[in-house]
């Protein structure tokens, strides 16, 4: 039996908000049948099996939703099924979310390829291409090395070091940049032949390749002119980003699924499949007790692994209604709910987590959202909450992806998928909504 306060400290770390679970994780939950019936495996991982030629798919997602969690587990599903598969969350050694570009992207790929296909692929065609312009990247990559005096492995390391200066050293990213950019199409051309190399040695049992690259959904809108690097990475540069000769599955930001270009996004890669909130209420504002259920089993299959003789509403709660409020309060958003309940368990002295410490983690979120929202978007969110619509604007796509706004869907009677939005119910308690709702006509 743990004592108190080894208790406390595990709970706490088991509500980490910011490490996706690896796939078959004890402590994943289903939550298909509250997500509308999004399913990763068929919408996705099935297009790549049945399809004779290479995919390019697009997965995007409020930034908290599981979506990284969920690509783990495709990683798994096709590895089941014969595909080796390349995952890597290009915002953690790569790309700065705050300002990247198609370069950085190709950069990154072409640095996470090396890394875990050299041992099966003969690296060459790609250190010519470096070797062709180790004159122009030597200093940017911070070496005094030659490259021709350099072992392979030496050779190999170019890149990682060219991607974490793009990354980390924000006066050498325009630099690295403008040296690659006229060549990217030639880059593209010998990582493809490293790729075809790759596919003739994969190790038994597998026949073909894919590449998962995660987080690109984090990537901050930036406007230049009447473009954005969101239509310059996914629309302007789409043809270069399909071309590596392999299967592909990006994250892309939400705001951007839902912009005036949704129709061209669909034409190039297409349906986009997009993971909802876990539905904790109706759009007509009821308790969703299967959403709520399922929001619940979230915290239970963590707390099990902890303290299992432990009761969830009455020893680790001091209540049910205190348990229920947390799970309303999180809206579905599974990286709100972790975060919430961290908070609370970081107020407790002792268990069980009272309403007093639930309440004081849901007023210090609830004042983050408070900063997050804009004057002049207060009425929009009012509107938002009574019609439980969105409109095709930018402000509308902000709200969505500060997660302000949040996507619910479900299936009717008649089995057609229903898609409606709401507010994030931390901001219901807010006094400039409020006063906003109250002037509704």
């Not at 065609?125 to 940017?140: A, S, T």
């Not at 408070?370 to 709200?399: C, F, G, P």
Request: aromatic share 8%; charged share 30%; with cysteine.
């Amino acid at each position: 039996m743990l004592d108190s306060q080894e208790l406390l400290t595990n709970l706490y770390n088991a509500f980490n908000p910011f490490e996706p679970l690896p796939a078959g994780d004890p402590k994943y939950v289903d939550c298909r049948d509250v997500r509308g019936d999004a399913d990763i495996f068929n919408e996705l991982g099935n297009r790549m099996r049945l399809a004779k030629s290479n995919t390019c798919q697009l997965y995007s997602g409020h930034r908290g939703a599981g979506k990284s969690t969920e690509l783990l587990r495709l990683k798994q599903y096709l590895e089941n099924r014969q595909f080796y598969v390349v995952y890597f969350a290009a915002d953690e050694e790569d790309i700065d979310s705050e300002d990247a570009q198609y370069t950085d992207i190709l950069l990154a790929c072409t640095r996470r390829l090396l890394k875990d296909l050299q041992k099966i692929a003969n690296p060459q065609p790609i250190l010519n291409w470096l070797k062709e312009r180790w004159q122009d990247l030597k200093d940017l990559a911070q070496t005094p090395m030659e490259f021709e005096g350099m072992e392979v492995e030496s050779q190999l390391s170019q890149f990682a070091k060219l991607t974490a200066n793009l990354r980390a050293v924000p006066e050498l990213r325009q630099q690295i940049r403008q040296k690659v950019n006229p060549h990217t199409v030639t880059l593209i051309k010998v990582l493809n032949e490293f790729l075809a190399d790759a596919k003739k040695h994969l190790p038994n049992g597998y026949t073909q390749l894919a590449v998962i690259v995660d987080n690109l959904d984090r990537m901050v809108l930036v406007k230049d002119g009447d473009n954005t690097n969101y239509e310059e990475v996914f629309l302007d540069r789409s043809e270069q980003l399909k071309a590596l000769d392999c299967h592909l599955v990006y994250t892309a930001p939400i705001s951007m699924l839902y912009s005036k270009r949704a129709t061209d996004i669909r034409d190039i890669y297409g349906e986009c499949l997009i993971l909802p909130m876990i539905m904790v209420k109706t759009h007509k504002g009821e308790t969703y007790q299967p959403g709520v259920n399922k929001v619940k089993e979230v915290i239970k299959k963590r707390v099990r692994e902890i303290a299992p003789e432990l009761s969830l509403e009455n020893e680790i709660f001091d209540s049910p209604q205190t348990l229920e409020r947390l799970c309303l309060l999180s809206g579905g958003h599974v990286r709100n709910l972790l975060l919430l309940t961290q908070d609370a368990i970081g107020r407790t002295e002792e268990l069980p987590i009272t309403e007093k410490e639930v309440r004081r983690a849901i007023t210090q979120a609830r004042d983050t959202y408070r900063r997050a929202v804009e004057n002049h978007q207060w009425s929009l969110l009012a509107e938002v909450s009574h019609s439980k619509r969105i409109i095709n604007d930018d402000q509308y796509r902000s709200l969505m992806y500060n997660r302000c706004l949040l996507e619910y869907r479900y299936l009717d009677d008649d089995g057609e998928m229903q898609r409606w939005y709401d507010i994030h119910p931390l901001i219901q308690g807010i006094s400039e909504f409020k006063e906003a709702v109250a002037k509704l006509p």
